[in-house]
């Protein structure tokens, strides 16, 4: 039996605790925060989608590095694994679009309960408010010491501090000052799965406005295309988030010093220019007499509508039987190619995940503990692991968190 310290109370330092204690380890858990799972709480927009019900292989394509890695760690726990053990506890689970895993209440907060009734159930020690400064080593012993100085030995420890992203939860970069001390490459960190600075001043008017069913295409200055998929997004007073942006920031969050990129929104995906032109002729010809504000109304949304007039450089008070087929043109570029320059991603409080941390070169992927200095494990997002959105990133937190702590004994 090894008495195991986990820096860390949220996914993969529970997951780990877990894993750990029932190998019948003594385990403490040392959270910095008043509780355990603060930021698990606010995952899902507070509803905490847990995993995702697919397949392993789906699971890897959803990985954007280091996948490979992540084989034994994902055959270790897998995402039914993880349904199984929280449903055991007494709390269900649903599965939703994209085969997104929710609990049935859609709180977050019970999926954080059957954790802490695990941990409870099978004798962990659970220390909240304490904020671990130093991390130590000697002989075969760890050392942690908290702020205020006091040291607790152990004879492994478990680094589930978490990253950058979501600040005020306490994902503040701790784990990548303990790997550095230690001799750890930390891969550049960037905020990924965040919403974009936008130039265009027309995000603000729209402000509000969710779109559904249209198709967002990111290009660089070379017109190079990195992203280009159909789903929602949202404008805000910033410029633009929702799904397909959040998604689209994982393929260019570590690009933006290199690269300018432009956001190229398609409102209508499902025509072509032509089928669309013919569309906008046949609104024309119903609204012959009106002003070209006043004709759209059922191809575009109201609020889209004298912005996207404005980018074709229509006179919204113009009458439609006086626009000439080349404006006619023009409003169809812009409604299949409305253009918005990015200016930069959101901070790591907007950021879901962080892409970058602690080399996976540097860790056994078959334990994942360190192996440049022995009895020291890193798990969960301060490892340089990231994936797209749908669940795949608590999944790595948990598979990894589990493996660490079931290789203890």
């Known amino acids: 039996m090894s008495k195991v310290l986990i820096i860390g109370g949220g996914a993969s330092g529970m997951m780990a605790g877990i894993a750990a204690v029932y190998n019948g380890n003594e385990v ?30 789906n699971h890897f394509s959803h990985i954007l590095r280091n996948e490979k890695f992540l084989y034994r760690a994902y055959h270790t726990l897998n995402s039914e694994d993880v349904c199984t053990m929280i449903e055991n506890t007494g709390v269900k689970t649903k599965i939703e679009r994209g085969d997104r895993v929710f609990p049935l209440s859609d709180k977050s907060s019970d999926v954080i309960w059957a954790l802490e009734k695990m941990l409870k159930n099978a004798g962990a020690f659970i220390h909240l408010n304490t904020e671990i400064r130093q991390l130590k080593t000697d002989s075969n012993q760890v050392c942690v010491v908290d702020r205020k100085g006091k040291e607790i030995r152990g004879d492994k420890c478990i680094v589930a501090t978490g990253g950058l992203s979501y600040q005020t939860t306490g994902s503040t970069g701790d784990g990548y000052g303990f790997a550095r001390q230690f001799g750890h490459k930390i891969e550049n960190t960037y905020p990924s799965l965040v919403p974009f600075n936008i130039k265009e001043e027309l995000c603000r008017e729209l402000q509000g406005l969710a779109l559904k069913n249209v198709c967002l295409t990111i290009v660089d200055e070379k017109e190079k295309m ?147 200095i022995p009895n020291i494990y890193f798990v969960g997002e301060v490892l340089d692991l990231d994936a797209k959105t749908g669940g795949y990133n608590l999944q790595i937190a948990w598979s990894t968190g589990y493996l660490a702590g079931s290789s203890i004994y």
Do not use: W
């Open 28 to 57: 403490h858990i040392f959270e910095k925060n008043e509780k355990l799972g603060k930021k698990l709480f606010i995952t899902g927009k507070g509803r905490c989608n847990i995993t995702n019900a697919s397949d392993i292989e």
């Open 226 to 372: 990195y992203y280009s998929q159909q789903g929602e997004m949202l404008f805000t007073h910033f410029g633009i988030s929702g799904p397909l942006v959040l998604s689209a920031s994982c393929y260019i969050c570590d690009k933006l010093k290199d690269h300018t990129f432009t956001a190229y929104i398609d409102l209508k995906p499902a025509l072509d220019r032509e089928r669309l032109d013919r569309r906008v002729l046949k609104d024309f010809k119903e609204n012959i007499n009106k002003n070209v504000n006043n004709s759209l109304d059922r191809l575009l949304p109201k609020k889209m509508i004298m912005p996207v007039i404005e980018l074709a450089k229509i006179d919204p008070y113009k009458k439609v039987n006086e626009v000439t087929k080349k404006e006619r043109e023009q409003l169809v570029k812009i409604i299949k190619n409305l253009p918005l320059h990015i200016l930069s991603m959101r901070s790591y409080n907007e950021a879901i995940i962080t892409r970058g941390g602690v080399s996976v070169k540097d860790i056994n992927p078959k334990t994942m503990e360190s192996k440049l």
